[in-house]
């Protein structure tokens, strides 16, 4: 769900090690690009090279613009919001990412994208708030979203995840 405060649009771009992000200061609870995450992002930077990458809850697509910039051999964004992809197609647009055979972005709640998708994928990238994450896995059932993400076959290097 996007919490949505306003329509002011103030909207900036900026840099974080040398990336762009569209930020919106105005509209929504958030500005789009969480600074805690910073660390983990690199990692996905420094781990991505030749390496297929999933990026799940994608939200404005700040790991998608890393992994890529990562020379990432693929990249597939998820996220239940059209809102939400656009900003990521954005986001990766403002960085010269626009290969569309390479970057993928699809609407879909997660569990229904993981129990259908045949793709592999080297890295995994879960960003999302716990509650919601269970929430999505039914009845807060650990059980539910451990039983999904085993058998995902496709994670064959790092899963990263960031449960806030």
């Known amino acids: 769900m996007i919490l949505k405060l306003g329509n ?4 900036f771009i900026v840099k974080e ?7 919106n200061l105005s509209d929504y609870i958030d500005t789009g690009l969480f600074f805690d995450h910073r660390p983990l992002r690199k990692k996905v930077q420094q781990t991505a090279e030749k390496k297929s990458v999933l990026n799940l809850f994608c939200y404005t697509g700040a ?29 990766l647009k403002l960085n010269g990412y626009s290969d569309e055979a390479k970057y993928q972005f699809v609407a879909s709640d997660v569990k229904t ?3 259908n998708d045949k793709n592999q994928y ?9 509650r919601r994450l269970l929430d999505v896995f039914e009845q807060k059932n650990k059980n539910s979203f451990r039983r999904c993400f085993v058998n995902v076959r496709h994670c064959f290097g790092y899963c990263y995840n960031f449960l806030g």
């Open 113 to 115: 994208f993981l129990e």
């Open 122 to 130: 080297d890295i995994i990238v879960l960003e999302h708030n716990e």
């Open 63 to 91: 790991f998608s613009v890393y992994a890529a910039s990562g020379k990432a051999k693929s990249v597939t964004s998820v996220d239940l919001s059209k809102k939400y992809l656009d900003w990521a197609k954005n986001n």
């Open 17 to 23: 090690n040398s990336l762009r992000f569209l930020v």
């Open 8 to 11: 002011k649009k103030l909207e």
